[in-house]
């Protein structure tokens, strides 16, 4: 059984930074592609970044691009989002997610997804 568990959530003022993490159970993921999404209250779940895990291969979402970073650490079968220079704007709940495949790797249609971690900023 997949178990995806993140951790590293809190609260931080603007411009501050924090690292998610994301332990992955269950299987080999060594083939796998892992995304971090959030959602903010009212809003839509919203793709962040995607890390394809046997080459590294990183996609972002413009509004990030440039402070956060997505990394893995295949020892420890884990995911990070380092989040630098926050924003009020990046408050939301943040979920790590994994798929067999890099196709859709930026769509919401992913096969396990975590219990979700809050992140808020404020100014």
């Known amino acids: 059984q997949v178990q995806l568990v993140e951790s590293g959530g809190g609260l931080v003022r603007a411009e501050d930074s924090l690292r998610l993490s994301c332990a992955a159970s269950?299987?080999?993921?060594?083939?796998?592609?892992m995304g971090w999404f959030r959602q903010a209250p009212g809003k839509e779940r919203e793709f962040v970044a995607v890390?394809?895990?046997?080459?590294?291969?990183?996609v972002y979402t413009d509004s990030v691009k440039g402070r956060f970073t997505i990394s893995r650490d295949n020892a420890k079968n884990t995911v990070f989002l380092q989040m630098n220079s926050l924003k009020p704007e990046d408050t939301a709940v943040y979920y790590c997610?994994?798929?067999?495949?890099?196709?859709?790797?930026?769509?919401?249609?992913?096969?396990?997804w975590g219990q979700g971690t809050q992140v808020t900023v404020s100014s």
């Open positions: 269950g299987r080999t993921f060594s083939t796998y592609t």
């Open positions: 997610a994994a798929k067999a495949t890099w196709i859709g790797a930026t769509t919401l249609k992913y096969d396990y």
């Open positions: 890390i394809r895990w046997w080459d590294g291969s990183t």
